[in-house]
């Protein structure tokens, strides 16, 4: 329970009380209205509560999780051996395989095909709105 009570803890109960006491006050002044004739305060007059029970709730899931877990403690796995590990020490455990890379041969692409003169064209298209810089699409000449 002492985990519940650092000055972080605190901040969150007393942002819960406010908020919760907040929202069901709004939800308060929301039936006020709609019963003086305002039909859309009937949502929000349902909406606030809700609001306030979503708050209790993620409050609640929270402490739980605070309280489930452990506590804080240095982590083992972060400090380094004293002594120096050979490969074939079984302290280690297995030793891993050692591959060869892999090389890829790349194969450049051909050229020539129906697709190469469009890309020909669109290329001088683009080439020629960059030289045209307040040219519209509309006065390419080709």
Known sequence: MKRLWTPAWIVRHVAMVVLVVGFLALGWWQISRAASGNTLSWAYA?????????????????VRHTLRGRPAAAPEAATAPTE??????????PTPAVRRPVRVTRVPATSGGPEDADLAEYNRYLTWLNANPGAKPGDYPG
Request: hydrophobic share 55%; net charge negative.
């Open 46 to 62: 349902v909406e606030w509560p809700i609001f306030a029970g979503f708050v209790v709730f993620v409050w609640w899931r929270e």
């Open 84 to 93: 120096p590990v050979t490969p074939g020490d079984a302290a280690s455990g």
